[in-house]
């Protein structure tokens, strides 16, 4: 293991380890609990797919004339994950994206789906995070989720959103969210089979053949450039402190509900 790897694994244990004791899942306790939770987790989703294109954008060429770009290594690492990201199986063994496969698991247990759709509406329409904030009245903890986000994209340094991507995004859902999916299917097996699945897929694929190579894209792109590792570190911290924000939004969203407290 690539000795700047093992290092940034090793700092980022006790944030991981809070994400993934975090006390958000034990409010998740029924289907309402539940949808609450997608409302927030899919602007996540939809972004992780952001976040991805921009470094196959970076690290590929996207344009023609075609013209080769960085190292053949490289692009075939991000066009393999780009390729289950955007066009893999869903249950029926129908292509489609990730993103595309958790907006059907929304739709099946009745989460509300118009937010997201707005916002992705007048993002097309308008071109601006901001106004599409607004006009969408997206949760407060998701705008800050996103907007950290695009400022990496934004930065257009392959080597942070690969970091951000790695340790921020690929090995982030917690067997206890999963069990407990899992138990809540068994009750309401007719409106949540689709999220079960996602959550099982996004396991066997991300959490193991993507992983590895997003590690190995990360460490082909930082190379023995110390100030490209220490970066990377940084953006991964803060990458998932606004994992904990955002949780820390649903956690909040759903105890008011259940009390009665008005946003």
Same mark, same amino acid.
């Given at each position: ?87 893999? %199986? $869903? =249950? ?7 993103? /595309? @496969?958790?907006? +059907? ?99 066997? %694929? $991300? =959490? ?7 590690? /190995? @894209?990360?460490? +082909? ?43």
């Amino acid at each position: 293991m690539n000795s700047h790897i093992t290092r940034i694994q090793q700092v980022i244990e006790p944030l991981r380890q809070e994400i993934i004791n975090h006390k958000v899942y034990s409010v998740i306790n029924d289907l309402d609990d539940l949808k609450v939770f997608m409302q927030y987790h899919v602007y996540a989703v939809w972004d992780f797919m952001s976040l991805l294109k921009s470094l196959q954008i970076n690290l590929t060429c996207t344009t023609t004339p075609w013209f080769p770009v960085g190292n053949a290594n490289t692009r075939y690492l991000i066009n393999e994950i780009v390729a289950g990201e955007e066009s893999d %199986v $869903d =249950g029926e063994g129908v292509r489609k994206s990730h993103y /595309e @496969m958790y907006l +059907e698991a929304m739709e099946q247990c009745g989460a509300d789906t118009n937010v997201i759709a707005q916002f992705i509406v007048a993002l097309k329409e308008t071109g601006s995070l901001t106004k599409a904030y607004e006009i969408a009245n997206v949760p407060q903890e998701a705008r800050e989720f996103m907007e950290f986000t695009f400022k990496v994209i934004d930065g257009k340094a392959s080597h942070l959103q690969s970091a951000a991507f790695t340790f921020g995004r690929e090995d982030l859902i917690p067997n206890m969210f999963i069990s407990i999916v899992r138990d809540l299917n068994a009750k309401f097996p007719d409106q949540l089979s689709l999220i079960k699945y996602y959550l099982e897929r996004h396991i066997e %694929v $991300d =959490g193991d053949h993507h992983s590895h190579l997003a590690l /190995e @894209m990360t460490a +082909e792109l930082c190379g023995e450039n110390e100030d490209y590792w220490k970066a990377a570190e940084e953006v991964t911290i803060a990458s998932l402190q606004q994992r904990i924000n955002l949780w820390n939004g649903v956690y909040n969203e759903i105890v008011n509900t259940k009390n009665n407290v008005p946003a």
